[in-house]
């Protein structure tokens, strides 16, 4: 029922036209794939893609040294919507790739693709570049997750972040030995210098708030081994889920918003722990010194480093290196989303983007889950609301519950109009429209059904009531059908 | 350690939340107090936080005028445990505690002014432990001595949730007389029950306290907590251990539970799956390459002078409006066609008997 389209451009570069194309370029070709989520569910994507040779200017930007000057030098002149991609091919002993690269993916939405000999080779490439910068099988299925049956999924695919109209960012500083340690770290400049691009590009998902806090004497719900080779003491990957529990009662959840909250804690361990190491699965050192629990937020170590003298006075400043922090911070926001970048092949080569955090394509990955996850969310929730009112005849419907009803019909149907015509950016805010409305129709406070009447609960409460006062009245009745019935066998004698 | 990995990943939950019930009232129903109370001591104790427990007393026992060790509601006589303690968050009180209101709770039909701490902001990967107790029958549950939850409306409520995917697994445990037929009309899928007694049997209270003067506990959440209380975080006690607790030559009622909605077997259900929270974790890999040197950032802000207005309290209520408010009007309405149709009849029926001669004795 849902089409996801995405419009294509795939340019050849000088010398990379594969002899065995079917039509001369420019030429139109469309694919189609089917991704079935359960028996009743499955969603259709369609490439469109369009296959055209390079213009002028496009070939002069190809002709620069790196690929990653030469995806800064085509961003102009490629289209930048939401959803769209643009392929350029190189040939296939070009230079411009490193050797064992296939593939360089830019941090807009182009990539460069080396030609593969035949068409066939070059499609079946395509078709791989084109699933990484959109969505996959396995990307649709997990936002579809209600609706799969539990065997099928990963349980990878229950962990990213359920698709909200706003979400709560809390960056908290636990500080458990403030008599040793004096932590300054300088939070609302991170924030505005790293986190807000990050924040800002994700804008058009969803809204963000962001607060900070410090607390005091938090600690760790378990006590880190001492290790005696490394002399630091180190925490096993095994009781870092009970880390947690005890401090999230301190953290406090947000009073005032009902958006899901992400917190991210710093922790300065205690002098006599210090310094403390998070050891994965084979036992070494993470580098990262940081875990994240998925759907919660993230938590990193930072070690103080041993004061150059004994009698240094306590407590210590310490000043927090707010970009490595936040290094690790936003990455594990990245993993919170689901965009990692684990499940990329091997050849092919992502361009890192920088301070947005996120490249352009990876924004439209993330879209296009939410987009359907929306949808399907929608569909449920009427489906649901409307067996409810038919189950329970005597609830009434306010207007204001109808109105918005009828709004999300309109807006889940112009969503699943605009997604068949490639138009994501509009699909998503109809989606988004649709699962505001239908949430606030299905979850209106007078919907509230108290209203079963058990048949016998019925009987128990009107017959002592009517009986009694029924007795008389039938029997009246009774009477007066009888005279009629006289009256009528004997005429009345007027006298 | 892969081990310990399957088996985090078998549940699928990501939080756990925790919805305690206590519908009676009146200081003898002190032990329902109690029972809720040692439910809500061991669920934070493995680890669910306050954010996530909805704590509902109808009454207070522990600063409760007949109560003679006020601030505490114990569950032996011994007083060994004090499960009222110093933290103590309860979120609906006292008249609080309907049935409207627990509906609302489950189904989230709450009105926009409710505060967070009342709301159960569950989601598709949440495991809810359901808790109630009180005085029940069969098929319904007391709520404050004056109305009834029935177990066709709870049935209702918990589809209610499943439809809106509120839920990942639920618990449902109750402890009341006949407690077996509140499960009776489930129908929705991920639901596991547990009752202290069958229908037709009556759970029976535990032991009295003679310096309190009431009955401190019911014998199954007694025993309930007695094996809670050896849980710990990382414990792999699983389901089928719960269902043993309390045998009937101990609880003199029959216990029983109720697994055939649930999807997995109860043997890989860890008793913290519920009762617990404890979170998957993964170690973080990857980092973002961030550009320190920013040329176009100013790194202090100028101090800026603001101009504040001397600080005020907002308009709370219009409180002269309000008292001096008139009653309002409530709307007239002809009366329905069934009272009239009534009417008509007793009258006719009146007058067709007795004759039209006594109409003007009636007027």
Known sequence: QVQLVVPMAVVFGPGSVPGDLPRPLPFRDVQEMEISVNLRTSVTSRYEMLYRSTTGQEEAALAAATAREAAAALHPLQDTTLGSLTMYVVPETSSLLPQGINVYVGKHRSALVRAGGSLAALQARLREVAQVMSFTASSIAAALSDRAPDGQLSPDARRYLKSSLGYEITFSLLNPDPKSHTVDWDIEGAVNLYVKPVLDKLSLVANFSVDSQILYYAVLGVTPRYDKESSSFLLSAHSLPHVINPVEARLGSSAASLYPVLNFLLYVPERSHSPLYIQDKDGAPVSTNAFHSPRWGGIMVYNVEAPASRQASLPLHVDVDMARVMEVFLAQLRLLFGLSREEVPPEFLLERPGNEGLADWELDHLLWAHTVENIATVSTTLTSLAQLLDKIGNIVIKDDVASEVYRAVASVQSAVTELSLGHLHAAFQASKEAVTSSERAFFDPSLLHLLYFPDDQKFAIYIPLFLPMAVPILLSLAKIVRETRQQKKEPTKMD | ?363
């Open chain 2, 1 to 363: 350690f892969q081990d310990h990995a399957e088996q985090f990943f078998r549940s699928g939950h990501t939080n756990n939340w925790a919805v305690l019930v206590c519908t009676s009232r009146f200081w003898f129903n002190y032990r329902h107090v109690a029972n809720t109370l040692s439910v809500y001591r061991s669920v934070k104790r493995l680890g669910i936080p306050d954010s996530h427990i909805v704590l509902m007393l109808a009454d207070d026992m522990a600063c409760n005028p007949r109560n003679p060790k006020p601030a505490t509601v114990f569950s032996h006589k011994n007083m060994e445990l004090n499960v009222y303690g110093d933290d103590v968050e309860v979120d609906y009180r006292s008249y609080e505690v309907t049935v409207e209101n627990f509906l609302r709770v489950l189904t989230g039909r709450i009105p926009p002014s409710t505060p967070r701490s009342k709301r159960l902001l569950s989601d598709d990967r949440s495991n809810i432990l359901i808790y109630m107790t009180g005085h029940g029958g069969n098929g319904f549950l007391k709520f404050q001595d004056s109305e009834e939850i029935t177990n066709v409306e709870l049935a209702d409520a918990f589809e209610q949730m499943w439809q809106k995917r509120r839920y990942n697994e639920l618990l449902f445990i109750i402890d009341t007389c006949q407690g077996a037929s509140m499960y009776e009309r489930f129908y929705s899928p991920n639901i596991m029950a547990l009752a202290s007694s069958q229908v037709g049997e009556d759970s029976l209270s535990h032991q009295p306290d003679l310096g309190i003067g009431v009955h401190l506990m019911d014998r199954y959440t007694f025993y309930v907590l007695e094996f809670l209380e050896e849980i710990h975080p990382a414990s792999q006690t699983n389901m089928n251990d719960l269902f043993q607790v309390c045998p009937k030559s101990l609880c003199v009622s029959t216990p029983g539970h109720r697994t055939d909605l649930f999807q997995r077997d109860p043997q890989n259900v860890l008793i913290t799956d519920f009762f617990g929270s404890v979170r998957k974790v993964e170690i973080t890999t990857e980092t973002v390459s961030l550009d320190r040197d920013l040329a176009g950032f100013e790194s202090k802000f100028p101090e800026e002078e603001l101009a504040t207005e001397p600080l005020k309290y907002a308009e709370q209520l219009p409180v002269a409006q309000i008292i001096h408010q008139k009653p309002k009007q409530k709307d007239w309405h002809p009366p329905g066609g069934f009272i009239l149709g009534l009417w008509a009849l007793i009258i006719m029926v009146f007058f067709k008997t007795y004759g039209i001669k006594h109409m003007k004795h009636v007027f």
